[in-house]
């Protein structure tokens, strides 16, 4: 049993227990409450978020990528309500608040809602520059990371990346994906992204941790159907870049040590480590990569969350540049993880313009 699903089976009669004195509070703001019927609709909410990561473990289809659909959106909108009774609870003790104001505190959660579910699926390009003294032609690539292919962000999702990427390959001349090109969510099927096999730039992918809890094989088969590249903690000369693929390191899997990372550093060109996660930077730097390029921070995906972010992450998203004139890119992500919501956040393929200083 995967990471993911025992967090699911954990976390879900909590979650149920939650949504219960959530529902208690919200009704009581607005009329009666019945405790029978909370529970009930409390239990049904939440088996909404653990049933069907049994049935998409065997075959995704239509109908249970719908229900985890509803449940990610019915996360986000528990957050948002208790966040909402907060701060009425709060005012409610030093002034009267009418009920006029008590009704358009929780309609905000809907209205924000809609905007929450228009951001995650709207597919924004944004672009940066990079310097670099040993560059001898200018080069683009293509950053994304995160896209959680699975039970929430379906096909769907590898079309809209397809699309895009079709749209920037005459401007671009590489795409690479650090991680995360998988959620966990559902089984990956072996044609699962075959529309990036229409893309004519090539497409590089590291695994990062999610693209483990289904079995990273049926991933890795998905990608080389689609004629994406592969870097499993390995290399890949392309043009004036070397380009190392450091595979996500859970407790099984080895992490190269420091001598084996510096051995794979070309001098002659610009070494770039692709690294789901944006820790360590400062050790690879100092071994020799001039780029490392990660992701899976989301930028916190939504608020308040992103303002808290930086409590996990120390560099959360953002271009970076230390003493060494190294370079960290921590880009936000395509999707999203649990919940088909973002604020304050991208869904971003980031262009990265790599020039001579």
């Known amino acids: 049993m995967s990471f993911r699903s025992r967090r699911v089976i954990i976390s879900t009669p909590f979650y149920m227990g939650f949504l219960f004195f959530l529902l208690k509070y919200i009704f009581l703001l607005i009329g009666d409450v019945n405790e029978a019927c909370l529970i009930?609709?409390?239990?049904?909410?939440?088996?909404?978020?653990?049933?069907?990561?049994?049935?998409?473990?065997?075959?995704?289809?239509?109908?249970?990528?719908?229900?985890?659909?509803?449940?990610?959106?019915?996360?986000?909108?528990?957050?948002?309500?208790?966040?909402?009774?907060?701060?009425?609870?709060?005012?409610?003790?030093?002034?009267?608040?009418?009920?006029?104001?008590i009704y358009i505190l929780l309609a905000a959660v809907p209205i924000l809602g809609i905007y929450n579910y228009y951001k995650a699926h709207k597919l924004t390009v944004n672009e940066k520059v990079l310097e670099f003294d040993n560059l001898t032609r200018d080069i683009n690539l293509v950053h994304l990371s995160d896209v959680h292919f699975g039970s929430v962000r379906h096909r769907e999702i590898i079309h809209k990346i397809s699309s895009k990427l079709k749209e920037l390959?005459?401007?671009?001349?590489?795409?690479?994906?650090?991680?995360?090109?998988?959620?966990?969510?559902?089984?990956?099927?072996?044609?699962?992204?075959?529309?990036?096999?229409?893309?004519?730039?090539?497409?590089?992918?590291?695994?990062?941790?999610?693209?483990?809890?289904?079995?990273?094989?049926?991933?890795?088969?998905?990608?080389?159907?689609?004629?994406?590249?592969?870097?499993?903690?390995?290399?890949?000369?392309?043009?004036?870049?070397?380009?190392?693929?450091?595979?996500?390191?859970?407790?099984?899997?080895?992490?190269?040590?420091?001598?084996?990372?510096?051995?794979?550093?070309?001098?002659?060109?610009?070494?770039?480590?692709?690294?789901?996660?944006?820790?360590?930077?400062?050790?690879?730097?100092?071994?020799?990569f001039d780029v490392q390029l990660s992701g899976h921070t989301h930028g916190g995906q939504f608020y308040p969350v992103v303002n808290f972010s930086w409590i996990l992450f120390k560099y959360n998203m953002g271009l970076f540049k230390n003493d060494l004139g190294k370079y960290l890119h921590v880009t936000t992500g395509v999707g999203s993880m649990d919940t088909p919501m973002r604020w304050g956040t991208d869904s971003e393929l980031v262009i990265l313009k790599l020039r001579k200083k």
């Open 40 to 101: 009930i609709l409390a239990i049904l909410i939440g088996s909404f978020h653990l049933i069907p990561m049994f049935f998409e473990a065997k075959k995704s289809t239509v109908f249970w990528r719908m229900v985890s659909t509803i449940d990610g959106v019915c996360m986000w909108a528990s957050l948002m309500f208790v966040i909402d009774l907060a701060i009425i609870y709060l005012l409610r003790m030093f002034i009267h608040i009418p009920d006029i104001l």
């Open 169 to 288: 390959e005459y401007d671009c001349d590489i795409a690479i994906i650090s991680g995360d090109l998988a959620d966990g969510s559902s089984i990956i099927e072996e044609d699962d992204f075959m529309e990036l096999k229409d893309v004519g730039m090539p497409i590089v992918f590291t695994p990062g941790n999610h693209d483990f809890y289904m079995g990273i094989d049926n991933v890795v088969r998905a990608c080389k159907n689609a004629g994406v590249i592969v870097l499993d903690n390995d290399c890949l000369e392309f043009k004036n870049l070397n380009i190392y693929g450091l595979t996500y390191s859970f407790d099984e899997i080895e992490m190269p040590t420091a001598d084996e990372l510096k051995s794979k550093i070309n001098q002659n060109l610009v070494n770039i480590l692709v690294y789901h996660v944006p820790y360590n930077w400062e050790e690879f730097s100092s071994l020799g």
